[in-house]
Every structure is written in structure tokens, then in C-alpha cells.
């Protein structure tokens, strides 16, 4: 007699599997940050973590665990901004919305087309990651502006040499540990024959949709 059926073993090994995952990769992105940086940037372990499980695991998966991750950061170590008044503040949900959206466009590029091809699974990183730079510095630049503060922000020259070249590296390089966890120790298992979309069907999104 079965006390738990095989969609239920499924929602359990994801959830311990990526609980089990990002409290490791977030304690070692704060405790030891120095062991993962490069000219003042640090390899954004959870950002990876989350790209990585939305290409190989699905579309909910990124979105749930990139929810999840934004919510640790934004409780453990929220950015602060200039506001309009010139006062340093702390922000709320940046992290929830940064990673929510990282594991969506993981969870979209190009996944179905190459069929959540493994070494294309380090361009979807790179892609992501530079989205986010992008965007990022934009944002900030344009925030500054209006907050009168402009003079602390990099030139876009120094943004591209100092921030977004060592991020991308450290992201790059982080992804290959993180894409052979994922895909081998990962919440999903695609060590039957199926295909990577049969297998998705059975373990990967709609297992959320039943908790």
C-alpha cells in the first residue's frame, strides 16, 4: 500500500532539494564574499541559482524560486538608495522583483529551441546577468539624477571595465558548478529516458500547481 503517491514524492524532493539549496548558496554568498570576487564584484550565486532553474526546471520553478531567493536577500540585505529628499533610505522588494525576473527569462530563452541544451545554459547566464547590469546601472543613473546625486555614479566607461565585465566573468564562472548541480543534484531527475519536456510535465511546473 502507497501512503504517498509519486506526485507527491515529486513536490517533496523539490521543495527540500531547492530549500536545502538556497540556504547553502546564500550563506556562502554572505559569509565569504571575498572568496568569490574579482575587482570589487561579487559572483551572484543566487542570481545564477536562479537563472539555472528556470532553463533547466521550467518556467514555475524559476519564478517560484526566484521569488523565494529575492525575498531571503531583501530580508538579509536589502540595497539602499538616494531619495528625492537626499536621505539614504532601504528598499523593499527590489531583490523579489530582480530574481522573479531573472528566473523568468531563465526560464525563456530559447529553452523549447534547444532543448534545455546544457552549455547553452551558460549563455542564458551571461544574457540575464547582463540585462540585469544594464538595466540596472540605468535605473540608478537616472535615479541619481533626479535625486541630484549623479556624482557618485560610475562613468559608464568605469561601469563597463570595474562592474559589468568582473560580474559577467564571476557570473560565467559561477554557472558551471551551479548547471551540473542543478541538472544532475537538482529538484528534477532526468536520469530516465524520457525527454527533458516529458520530464518537466511530471516533476517540474505542475508539481507547484498542486501545492
Known sequence: MRFINANAKYRIRK???YAIYIFLLSSLQVSFPDSFGFLGQTADLM?????????????????VVGFVCGLVRDVFS???V?????????????????????????ASFFTRRMHRNIPFSIVAVVFTTAC?????????????LLAGASSGIYSPLTFI????????????????PLLLL??????????????????LDKQGDGTWLGI
Open 132 to 144: 540585469y547590469k544594464i538595466g540596472g546601472y540605468i535605473l540608478i543613473y537616472g535615479w541619481s
Open 47 to 63: 542570481f545564477v541559482f536562479v537563472v539555472l532553474s528556470g532553463y533547466f526546471n521550467g518556467f514555475w520553478d524559476g519564478a
Open 15 to 17: 521543495i527540500v532539494v
Open 161 to 176: 571595465i570595474y562592474s559589468f565585465l568582473p560580474q559577467l566573468l564571476l557570473n560565467t564562472i559561477a554557472s558551471v
Open 182 to 199: 542543478i541538472r544532475f543534484l537538482g529538484p528534477v531527475s532526468f536520469k530516465k529516458n524520457s525527454g527533458d519536456d516529458e520530464i
Open 78 to 80: 536589502p540595497p539602499a
Open 82 to 106: 538616494v531619495g528625492l529628499d537626499g536621505e539614504v533610505r532601504v528598499t523593499a522588494f527590489i531583490g523579489v522583483f530582480t530574481l522573479f525576473a531573472a528566473g523568468i527569462i531563465g
